[in-house]
């Protein structure tokens, strides 16, 4: 045993910069498990700075200053969320309270759909099944509403979490754009003077992390956008709602689009019924869920490293158990650098000697 474990270790970690690798890698993963509640506005401020810095450096390709580019960019992400704090969230504000409102009749018109079921397909549903549904959905229903008062009582941290966003991610988010260079240069003087491994994976890592997330914050826009534009035009109550929710669904690969294709046809259900009005909504939907995973997805993420659906689902399953939703939004990232890392970590070849 100790000899397999030895050889295994001097394949694997004989090189001096894998093991300085691998040791950061560990203190990474630690650091974000322990400390990340704590460091979540950094995190987020990173992560809005690196998804920025492509138009800075489209605008110094221009020739533009490098100050001058970093608030220019930065003037126009303070403008969009602006935006989003004072016509985006109040909309959706209001159609959520009116969508509470709203939740007894709609339960009220699903029971009575549910008890038409025994008399139209007795073979396949009997009065007690429904029943049982009935009452399972109360029970949920009631834990629901027990949910939102612990959640509106306990609604001034939030609040107060908020506002901290609020302000210290804009500054973040600045001093990252402006200091890119300052803070790279810092981080490497700690870092060993041969890093031909680090240099390889992080290049590797850099296009491939800022290809995806560029390209799912702009497949959300789209899907949202178009989603909502489409719904409205249909009449379609909640649809700013449910454009938000069908933007989101598309961090979530396979899951997330069958997940949030519940509410939007209950919804519709409640809403038109069993009409035309319904059947042309999900049609729609189904074109809009086709073209996105089609046209735009293939066109966005062209340059991403393929990766099976098992791994895909397994990594959103794991890193989204871990941290949540930024675990989810980062699963098919981080298990492109394991994949990296995998595929650059060097490796001894035994001698056939060495057994012997």
């Given at each position: 045993?100790?000899?397999?474990?030895?050889?295994?270790?001097?394949?694997?970690?004989?090189?001096?910069?894998?093991v300085?690798?691998?040791?950061?890698?560990?203190?990474s993963f630690?650091?974000?498990?322990?400390?990340?509640?704590?460091?979540?506005?950094?995190?987020?401020?990173?992560?809005?700075?690196?998804?920025?810095?492509?138009?800075?450096?489209?605008?110094e390709r221009l020739?533009?200053?490098?100050?001058?580019?970093?608030?220019?960019?930065?003037a126009?992400?303070?403008?969009?969320?602006a935006?989003?704090m004072?016509?985006l969230?109040?909309?959706?504000?209001?159609?959520l309270?009116?969508?509470?409102?709203?939740?007894?009749?709609?339960l009220?018109?699903?029971?009575?759909?549910l008890?038409?079921?025994?008399?139209?397909?007795?073979h396949l549903?009997?009065?007690?099944?429904?029943l049982?549904?009935?009452?399972a959905?109360?029970?949920?229903i009631?834990?629901?509403?027990?949910?939102?008062?612990?959640?509106?009582?306990s609604s001034?941290p939030?609040?107060?979490?908020?506002m901290?966003?609020?302000?210290?991610?804009p500054i973040?988010?600045?001093f990252?754009?402006?200091?890119?260079a300052l803070?790279?240069?810092?981080?490497?003087g700690?870092?060993?003077?041969e890093?031909a491994?680090m240099t390889q994976?992080a290049?590797?890592?850099?296009?491939?992390?800022?290809?995806?997330?560029?390209?799912?914050?702009?497949e959300?826009i789209?899907?949202?956008?178009v989603?909502?534009?489409?719904?409205?035009?249909?009449?379609?109550?909640?649809?700013?709602?449910?454009?938000?929710?069908v933007?989101?669904?598309?961090?979530?690969?396979?899951?997330?689009?069958?997940?949030?294709?519940?509410?939007?046809?209950?919804?519709?259900?409640?809403?038109?019924?069993?009409?035309?009005?319904f059947?042309?909504?999900?049609a729609?939907y189904?074109?809009i869920?086709?073209?996105?995973?089609?046209v735009?997805?293939?066109?966005?993420?062209?340059e991403?490293?393929?990766?099976?659906?098992?791994?895909?689902i397994c990594?959103v399953?794991l890193?989204?158990?871990?941290w949540?939703?930024?675990g989810v939004?980062?699963a098919?990232?981080?298990?492109?650098l394991?994949?990296?890392?995998?595929?650059?970590?060097p490796?001894?070849?035994?001698?056939p000697?060495a057994?012997?």
């Amino acid at each position: 045993m100790v000899k397999v474990l030895r050889d295994w270790v001097q394949r694997y970690f004989s090189d001096e910069e894998a093991v300085v690798l691998a040791v950061l890698l560990v203190l990474s993963f630690t650091a974000v498990l322990t400390l990340g509640d704590m460091l979540a506005p950094v995190l987020a401020g990173l992560v809005l700075a690196f998804l920025m810095q492509g138009l800075v450096n489209a605008l110094e390709r221009l020739h533009l200053p490098q100050i001058a580019a970093v608030w220019l960019v930065f003037a126009l992400f303070i403008g969009v969320l602006a935006l989003f704090m004072l016509v985006l969230v109040p909309l959706l504000w209001q159609q959520l309270i009116t969508l509470f409102n709203e939740l007894p009749r709609m339960l009220g018109e699903w029971q009575s759909l549910l008890l038409l079921l025994p008399e139209r397909y007795p073979h396949l549903v009997t009065n007690e099944q429904v029943l049982q549904a009935i009452e399972a959905a109360r029970g949920e229903i009631g834990k629901f509403g027990q949910w939102l008062l612990t959640f509106s009582l306990s609604s001034l941290p939030i609040l107060v979490n908020v506002m901290i966003y609020l302000v210290l991610v804009p500054i973040l988010v600045f001093f990252f754009l402006k200091d890119r260079a300052l803070i790279a240069g810092w981080l490497s003087g700690y870092l060993p003077r041969e890093r031909a491994l680090m240099t390889q994976v992080a290049r590797e890592m850099n296009q491939q992390i800022a290809n995806y997330i560029r390209g799912k914050v702009i497949e959300i826009i789209i899907c949202g956008v178009v989603t909502y534009i489409a719904f409205a035009a249909l009449g379609l109550n909640y649809a700013a709602l449910l454009a938000l929710l069908v933007g989101f669904s598309v961090i979530v690969p396979y899951i997330g689009a069958v997940v949030v294709t519940v509410p939007v046809a209950l919804i519709a259900l409640f809403q038109w019924g069993w009409g035309d009005q319904f059947i042309y909504l999900m049609a729609v939907y189904g074109v809009i869920q086709a073209l996105d995973g089609n046209v735009l997805v293939p066109l966005l993420f062209s340059e991403a490293v393929n990766l099976h659906p098992v791994a895909i689902i397994c990594a959103v399953l794991l890193f989204g158990g871990l941290w949540g939703f930024w675990g989810v939004f980062f699963a098919i990232p981080l298990a492109t650098l394991f994949k990296a890392v995998l595929d650059a970590w060097p490796r001894t070849v035994a001698s056939p000697d060495a057994s012997v």
